[in-house]
């Protein structure tokens, strides 16, 4: 979440994530992609594949212009849980202090600040599905997410030694996975299993499959290239679609432009 070497990303491997970007961007936003992908089964297919063809280009071009070297390592990984519960889980090491936990007061508000921003953007992002899909009703309720989103980090605090490398919503995938589901039914049945595709059936691979896990360990710095870039685009035309007068308007292009330009303080 708090990324402040951004920049060594995307230096490093420019011409790798510079196509993947632009590839990702075009088939998810395009409206003559999206025109293409009704008449042409092979680019429906191709966009219905979300960020893998951005990846597949990226690990591609990637070590043709010497950006990506690969290592890749055959067998099949057993995470450290017990390791890692040791060394994290306050069942094992103890619970912090009280003064402790009134410094961590601070990270915590910030750490807030910032799930809310993760909040309004999912949230917009389906209402904005929602007016193409009339078929499917999606309950947004922002009560139910801040409890179920405090039971999971208290139940993963204390037993399971990780942390939400995405925050509150993976915006890239969401926004993938939203836009293929306002194509229509054909496309995709349900937005509740199309984010399950993502979660129980693409991420376990990754974690247990040592040459998925170390084919994807050099294209880490486009992974996050495009997570930013998507969550870039979708929170601009979330936040200028907010606004309904020109002080609004005004107001949200001097917050963006002072979040981009100078320090936080």
């Known amino acids: 979440m708090f990324v402040d070497d951004a920049e060594r990303f995307l230096l490093e491997q420019p011409i790798a994530t510079g196509l993947a970007c632009a590839i990702c961007l075009i088939f998810t936003f395009s409206v003559p992609m999206q025109k293409l992908k ?33 290592d890749i390592q055959w067998g099949i990984l057993v995470p450290p849980l017990g390791d890692a519960l040791a060394k994290v889980s306050p069942l094992m090491i103890g619970w912090p202090s009280q003064e402790m936990l009134i410094q ?56 399971a030694p990780f942390f939400p490398t995405q925050g509150a919503v993976w915006t890239g ?46 294209l880490l710095g486009v992974a996050l290239s495009l997570t930013l870039v998507l969550t870039g685009f979708a929170c601009a035309y979330i936040a200028m679609g907010i606004p309904r007068d020109n002080a609004s308007r005004g107001t949200v292009v001097l917050i963006g432009a002072a979040l981009a330009f100078f320090e936080p303080g």
């Open 38 to 70: 009704e008449r042409n089964r092979f680019f429906f297919m191709l966009g219905a594949l979300g960020l893998l063809p951005g990846f597949l280009v990226a690990a591609v071009v990637g070590p043709l212009a010497g950006e990506v070297s690969f």
């Open 104 to 159: 961590s007061i601070p990270l915590a508000l910030i750490a807030y600040i910032i799930l809310f921003g993760d909040l309004v953007t999912g949230n917009e992002v389906l209402r904005d599905g929602l007016h193409a899909r009339k078929d499917e009703h999606v309950d947004i309720n922002l009560n139910r997410s801040h409890f179920s989103l405090a039971i999971r980090n208290a139940v993963m605090a204390i037993v």
């Open 173 to 218: 995938v969401h926004v993938i996975v939203v836009q293929r589901w306002k194509q229509g039914p054909k496309a995709m049945g349900s937005l509740h299993s199309g984010l399950a595709s993502y979660y129980l059936m693409g991420l376990p691979f990754i974690f247990f499959l040592l040459p998925l896990l170390t084919g994807l360990k050099p």
